[in-house]
């Protein structure tokens, strides 16, 4: 038979002004199963947990329940203190007799009686209680970084600084991502890539990091401390051991009409290439669509030219199994697609400005590599059509962003800015060009935002209209742009040389099943979700995997850094320990009973069941069973509430606990 | 400003089955803001309103509940990720059958109260029990709980009533 | 006057049935063929396993053919020996149950050989074994049927189902009857039937969903439902168990057939697949799918009924 | 004593009884199923129809309150049941194969321990019994040795004959003291037919040669062969005029509730599970073989009875179509 303690507290006068205390003890007290039951000014107090220890020891008590205020408030307290005497924590309850009861009832009968029973339902419940052990998980102190862009770069840099192992995976066969394509950034105009080359050398040359690029995800099991990841290098036809990086293979290599992607389609690149100069790793990779080789057998010039042998046609792409305690998401983003509604997206596209039709329709990284030094133009402002410079210039913001008919109602917000550094880089390169931009609302919150907003309308003499283009068509060589400046009440017209869209910011393609393969959640627009929008932004709700940079939702730079070294933080906080210690409010499988419908992994929001076989003494598979791996479990409860014959159970809220508070009601 | 409260005949009996991240912590700030409520309600605490399985609303009843309450994080709230989505499906299923067998769904009732929400907390607990007030003891389950079967009844009356005494 | 409904098929198929049990298990495709044979009584027809080729002379199909066969499937039903494939004779109703097994991992297509039977109807519990089908004595779910072929079998009989006749659909007449009540009088209904249960589980034991090893109601730590057969318990455990089967049950109405105190049981399983259908488009038994309509969600789920 | 009663008469005789105090049990519908059920009017009588489930449980209700308990702190309070305060009890309209169970109800019941709750009720119960004149293919009672005349359980039997009205044979005190008072509705015995009763659906099997086979066949293929498709519900233990199984249960809170004593199945899974997780009855032929073995053979061997009235309602309501008649008569032939 339980011995309980009940220890009802005045919380000075906030419970007991409303509260007959005394009585509560009292009545509380005759429960079956209460041994002792107590009232005191403040339970919290030392005096008030030293009443409580020596209670405990004295009256000889199995199980506690404070009748105080909110669990929330101090749970922990009174746990701390039973566990100090000698009681699992978990036979400690409190019952809130203030925020549910003494504060929000000013009739003293009343709340007197409500507070019996509320303290009733609590010492019917922790009968039932289990001492439940801490769960300890071990963790490996190796993370693994997804994506090579700026986030991945910095997250990667951050943790292998503080001198634990980073696995790098990038999908393309340089990092670098976006960030390397620009040309200058807001608002300081310094050169992208005179900021990005040199991290991206320290991430070739960290000893603790590990990087392999033109690979991908292809499987993540385990769970926080213990993922298990595999990845796929693909066949890059080249030996990055012995590749030297001399470019002898590009420049001998016959086929050179290729559309570059890192430079929008507006430069060309060969048949084995590295996507631009500074590229990290410095290995060439053979395009296999466009090679002459393996279109035709024939050619394998690269190969007879490669000094050290490095080119190799018969790469395969290889599996590789990487332990890591815990992944940073950082895989960025993609630009809107403009033209034509993509299949199977809810995403409506923009055909009617032209993009894709009309060559001087670009988009906005089209213009940060032709306003780069490193571009195909060398930095030249000129038209895609026929090379000319353009006298006048207009950008149209808000191309995707912030229209829910057309399917995104977010906000990209780095347009606002990015259109205005355009319009400075334009002025400095074409000095009698002029700048129209068309805007709903200039957004340009952030340090030395609006002031380098401002400057692009009063110094670089770009001209601002409020108000959306609602056509726009070629006209011989001009593109006439036809809108309204609603801040005049006007229509406009302007016949432009060129067409800058500043288009939407969305997740990189093939996000949705990456974070099906990591098991977090995302949002309708692929945006990875956080496990809370203020007090959590850069973890995710499945425990061991952080966010950083725009793959969470749209971001600049600065912003972009930051998070990401906050995810390695976060990172580090993890492995600063050797063992993980977690609440254990976890769900256990009660195997005798279940009976493998696996209706408790069809609803685990944390893909914390798995399948387990249980064989007899001759190893003959009896039946599959579900298993929680309690690493994983996050305790909601969702299983136990889906699975028809209960068996399998929260610890800490089992039907027993909660069936007894309702039946002491 | 204590008003002279006024004297109900009949005071139902609430049973609230709410989430632990929303919900008791939107109850808790209507503490916190000295807000007032009748005290009819009884609040069992759940990690989420996922955990909450239909046969503890039916024992509610059974165990002499006139109205239940289920509350829990808004959709996309919740800290479970998803586990008010597959909550809200269930009891869309249940209370049709519980209207089904004949229960009065005005004596069930669904919210989610955030934790921010202490004010909402207060207008949906009092809303429901000046409901069920107004509908009188939720006397379907406490009669059924009194029937026997034929052959199992204490046929004379006076010993029924001793028996029941206890 | 009651309309006689052609039964006439089910001699062939009788025949049908014979012949691909024996050649089935004489080949060894199959280790046993659960089907239905005679027994004493007159025109009554039981669940058979047989497992010798010489057996299959014993298989029928009749109007009496009412159990779901697919109840042997499952592992509750332990005793039926699991080596090999197994042959069963099912009705477009039995193909349901045996769908929704597979959706919830009680079975694999392989490990079957599906024997899939045209049929025009069976009997009602109501009616004696040895009377004929008519639009009086045909079991209720045949008059909603919406698979008399059964679909994706590995044979089916070749013979012409006749066109089946347009029949009052009895559970939408009698569900549309109760919505229209009061919650007082549907109480009221309710409770005089579930009055009548004596508890002896013959409803949870000829339903294929339930498998479960232990059955929750059978708990008594803590005890969920009271056990006992007096009217709360009984309602208590109507009410769960309409509720454990929401989403899963496609209507095989074997709970309603057996129920010695006829409880209209299909009743409530019915009105279930009604609202989730309306809710979630859902409808349970036409394919295999991994997860029902209680076991995922969608964002944009009506919540109407929340505050 | 042998009287006669007319239609009319019958009914102004239980019409009078239900006036005095006295609880009528006869066959009557409630939610369109016949059921032997406490009447408020002879007008509900329905005797056509054979009941769903058997007399039994006018002394072996389906559920009973034994006791309560409460707690108060450490302290319990224990109340019992008074079985001396049961209502008296006419039971009316008893099928022969429903009567003709009770008797053996009572070997177990007044056996080593003396039931009070049975006894008692039995004690303030008197039977009237009815011809059987309504048979169908489930019906067995001639394959165990009764018939649809069968007097066996009644204190007063009641034969119909033609043009309404019954013969009445009495069998017992009980039976003689409800004609003496209420004499003026009895006259003598007229020169009617009975009715013709139903008719014998079976055989009479040799039940000896039955509990023969069984004494040696404790294990046998054959309990597979007919258990294979048993689904282990109650249902044929619960409608069974014979089977008396129950099970006690407590059920409550915490702090008070009661003790019920409920029916019981030797089919259910749960019946023989021990609290260690055994189960020793783990797989459905040895259930079915002990439903089998207890009727024809264990009861027997301690009482010297069957205990089974071939009434058929197990027939009539296997959910899988399992026929006792068809199983004893295979035994015997073997």
Not at chain 1, 129 to 154: C, F, M, W
Not at chain 1, 598 to 625: S, T, W
Not at chain 3, 5 to 33: F, H, M, N, P
Not at chain 4, 146 to 162: C, Q
Request: aromatic share 8%; charged share 25%; glycine share 8%.
């Amino acid at each position: 038979m339980s011995r309980i303690g009940v220890f009802v507290c005045h919380c000075g006068e906030n419970i007991s002004r409303t509260v007959d205390v005394e009585r509560v003890a009292a009545q509380v007290g005759k429960l079956p199963g209460v041994a002792f039951a107590t009232d005191y000014k403040y339970m919290c107090s030392d005096p008030g947990q030293n009443l409580l220890k020596k209670a405990i020891i004295e009256q000889k008590l199995s199980h506690v329940v404070v009748a105080a205020c909110s669990p929330r408030m101090h749970e922990r307290t009174f746990r701390k203190a039973v566990e100090s005497a000698g009681i699992n924590p978990f036979l400690c309850e409190m019952a809130n007799i203030r925020e549910h009861c003494s504060w929000v009832h000013e009739n003293r009968e009343e709340a007197t009686v409500k507070a019996i029973e509320i303290v009733g339902m609590m010492v019917e419940r922790v009968k039932k209680n289990r001492v439940l052990p801490t769960i300890t998980v071990p963790v490996t102190k190796r993370s693994l970084v997804i994506g090579g862009g700026i986030a991945g770069i910095q997250a990667a840099l951050d943790i292998a600084d503080c001198g634990h192992e980073v696995v790098l995976v990038e999908r393309e066969p340089s990092i670098g991502g976006h960030m390397a394509q620009l040309s200058e950034t807001f608002p300081t105009l310094d050169c992208s890539q005179c900021i990005m080359t040199p991290k991206m050398v320290d991430v070739a040359n960290h000893p603790k990091i590990k990087l392999y690029s033109y690979s991908e995800i292809e499987l993540v099991e385990g769970y926080i401390g213990n993922f298990q990841v595999t990845i796929r290098k693909k066949a890059r036809s080249v030996d990055e051991d012995k590749c030297t990086g001399c470019g002898l293979c590009m420049e001998k290599c016959p086929i050179k009409k290729i559309p570059s992607k890192f430079d929008c389609n507006l430069g060309m690149r060969t048949a084995i290439y590295v996507p631009f100069p500074q590229a990290v790793p410095n290995t060439p990779v053979i395009d296999r669509e466009n090679c002459t080789k393996f279109k035709t057998g024939k050619c394998g010039l690269c190969q007879k030219v490669c000094g050290p042998g490095a080119v190799d046609y018969e790469q395969e792409d290889r599996l590789i199994v990487e332990p890591v305690g815990a992944i940073v998401v950082a895989t960025g983003f993609d630009l809107y697609t403009i033209n034509e509604k993509p299949k199977g997206s809810m995403i409506k596209g923009y055909g009617e400005f032209g993009h894709g039709k009309i060559p001087d329709v670009i988009d906005g990284m089209t213009f940060e590599r032709l306003a780069s030094a490193s571009g195909p133009t060398g930095g030249k402002i000129l038209r895609p059509s026929d090379g000319k410079e353009p006298k006048q210039i207009v950008f149209i913001q808000c191309i995707g962003s912030r229209a829910r008919e057309k399917g995104i109602s977010y906000c990209s917000k780095v347009c606002c800015m990015y259109t205005a550094k355009h319009t400075m880089l334009y002025h400095h390169k074409v000095h009698d060009g002029q700048a129209y931009v068309f805007f709903m609302d200039a957004r340009t919150p952030g340090k030395s935002y609006d002031e380098f907003w401002r400057r692009s309308i009063e110094e670089e003499e770009a001209v601002y209209i409020r108000g959306m283009v609602s056509r726009l068509y070629q006209k011989g060589d001009k593109i006439v742009v036809m809108g309204s400046d609603i801040a005049v009440g006007v229509q406009v017209e302007i016949e432009a040389d060129m067409v800058v869209l500043a288009t939407a910011i969305q997740p990189q393609k093939g996000a949705d099943t990456l974070a099906q393969k990591l098991g977090i959640s995302y949002d309708k627009y692929n945006f990875y979700s956080e496990a809370h929008a203020k007090l959590r932004p850069v973890e995710c709700a499945t425990a061991g995997i952080y966010l950083a940079g725009a793959c969470q939702g749209p971001k600049d730079i600065p912003d972009t850094v930051s998070q990401a070294s906050a995810a390695a933080a976060k990172v580090m906080t993890l492995f600063a320990k050797d063992q993980l210690e977690r609440e254990p409010i976890v769900a256990r499988v009660r195997e005798a009973g279940c009976v493998g419908c696996f209706y408790c992994k069809k609803v685990c929001p944390y893909g914390a069941v798995e399948e387990k076989e249980i064989r007899d003494r001759q190893g003959n598979l009896i039946r599959v069973v579900a298993y929680v791996n309690p690493g994983v479990c996050g305790g909601c409860g969702t299983c136990q509430a889906t699975c028809p014959s209960k068996s399998v159970e929260l610890d800490g809220y089992t039907d027993e606990q909660i069936v007894a508070m309702i039946e002491a009601l | 400003m204590h008003s002279e409260k006024q004297k109900h005949s009949f005071e139902p009996k609430i049973i609230a089955f709410v989430c632990t991240w929303c919900t008791y912590a939107g109850a808790d700030l209507a503490g916190t803001s000295r807000m007032q409520y009748p005290s009819n309600v009884r609040v069992l605490k759940f990690p989420c309103t996922g955990r909450i399985d239909p046969v503890f609303i039916l024992k509610a009843f059974q165990q002499g509940a006139d109205g239940v309450l289920v509350s829990g994080c808004h959709p996309g709230d919740c800290h479970y990720i998803a586990g008010n989505f597959h909550a809200r499906r269930r009891f869309a299923a249940f209370r049709k059958l519980l209207e089904f067998v004949g229960v009065d769904l005005n004596r069930l009732q669904f919210s989610w109260v955030s934790a921010a929400e202490g004010g909402k907390w207060v207008e949906v607990v009092t809303d429901l029990t000046e409901k069920v007030r107004a509908m009188g003891p939720m006397a379907e389950f406490k009669q059924l709980a009194l029937e026997e079967q034929w052959s199992g009844t204490i046929g004379t009356p006076e010993l029924k009533e001793a028996y029941n005494a206890i | 006057m009651t309309q006689p409904i052609d039964t006439s098929i089910y001699i062939a198929i009788t025949e049908a049935i014979r012949d691909e049990a024996k050649r089935l298990l004489l080949e060894g495709q199959v280790s046993a063929v659960i089907g239905y044979a005679g027994a004493r009584r007159k025109g009554s027809a039981q669940p058979v396993i047989i497992s010798q080729a010489e057996d299959a002379a014993k298989l029928i199909f009749s109007p009496a053919s009412v159990n779901n066969l697919a109840l042997y499937l499952t592992k509750a039903k332990k005793e039926i020996p699991k080596n090999g494939k197994i042959g069963i004779v099912v009705k477009g109703c039995d193909l349901k149950a045996i769908v929704g097994l597979m959706g919830e991992s009680q079975l694999k297509r392989e490990e079957l050989y599906l024997i899939g039977v045209p049929c025009a109807g069976v009997l009602a519990s109501t009616a004696q074994p040895s009377t004929g089908l008519t639009a009086e004595t045909i079991a209720p779910k045949c008059t909603e049927c919406n698979a008399h072929l059964p679909a994706g079998c590995d044979y089916v009989p070749n013979v012409q189902l006749p066109a089946p006749l347009q029949l009052e659909e009895k559970y939408i007449a009698e569900i549309t009857r109760l919505e229209a009540l009061t919650p007082v009088e549907r109480w009221a209904y309710w409770k005089e039937q579930f009055a009548k249960c004596i508890k002896c589980y013959a409803c949870r034991q000829v339903c294929p969903f339930c498998f479960c090893e232990q059955c929750l109601c059978d708990r008594n730590k803590p005890q969920m439902v009271e056990s006992t057969p007096r009217p709360a318990g009984n309602t208590a455990w109507h009410i769960v168990r309409a509720m454990h089967l929401a989403g899963r049950c496609a209507g095989c109405a074997e709970c309603e057939r057996v129920c010695p105190m006829d409880i209209p049981l299909n009743l409530l399983n019915r009105k279930m697949a009604k609202e989730l259908k309306e809710l979630y488009a859902y409808e349970a038994g036409f394919e295999v799918n991994d997860k029902g309509p209680l076991s995922t969600f969608d964002e944009k789920d009506d919540q109407s009924f929340i505050k | 004593m042998q009287k006669y009663i007319s239609k009319q008469n019958l009914n102004t005789l239980l019409d009078t009884m239900i006036a005095e105090g006295t609880r009528v049990v006869a066959p009557c519908l409630n939610a369109g199923i016949p059921l032997y059920e406490p009447i408020k009017s002879a007008s509900e009588m329905v005797t056509e129809l054979l009941p769903r489930r058997s007399s039994k449980e006018a002394f072996f209700p389906v559920c009973e309150d034994i006791m309560s308990y409460a707690k108060e702190g450490q302290h319990v309070s224990l109340k019992d049941i008074d079985p001396s305060r049961f209502q008296e009890t006419v039971l009316v309209g008893v099928r022969p194969c429903d009567a003709a169970a009770i008797p053996v109800l009572d070997a177990v019941f007044s056996w080593d321990y003396k039931d009070e709750f049975f006894l008692e009720r039995r004690k303030k119960t008197t039977i009237i019994g009815l011809a059987c004149t309504d048979a169908d293919d489930a019906c067995f009672c001639s394959a165990v040795g009764l018939s649809p005349g069968e007097t066996k359980g009644s204190d007063l039997f009641l034969t119909p004959l033609e043009g309404g009205g019954y013969a009445c044979e009495t069998f017992s005190d009980k039976g003689e003291a409800l004609i003496t008072s209420h004499k003026e509705l009895f006259s003598e015995q007229t020169k009617a037919k009975a009715l013709p009763l139903a008719e014998p659906q079976t055989e009479k099997i040799d039940l000896k040669k039955v509990k023969a086979w069984l004494d040696g066949h404790f294990e046998d293929p054959l309990w597979d062969c007919i258990a294979v498709r048993c689904v282990g519900c109650g249902a044929c233990a619960f409608v069974c005029p014979a089977c008396h199984c129950f099970d006690i249960v407590d059920e409550g809170t915490e702090k008070a509730g009661k003790r019920r004593k409920s029916w019981d199945a030797c089919g259910f899974w749960k019946f023989t599970h021990h609290a260690s997780g055994h189960n020793p009855r783990n797989l459905q032929p040895k259930r079915y073989r002990n439903r089998i073995m207890h009727k024809f053979k264990y009861y027997d061997d301690k009482f010297g009875q069957t205990l089974c009235s071939g009434c058929g309602r197990c027939v009539r309501i296997c959910p899988v179509g399992i026929d006792i008649a068809a199983i004893v008569e295979e035994i015997s032939k073997k």
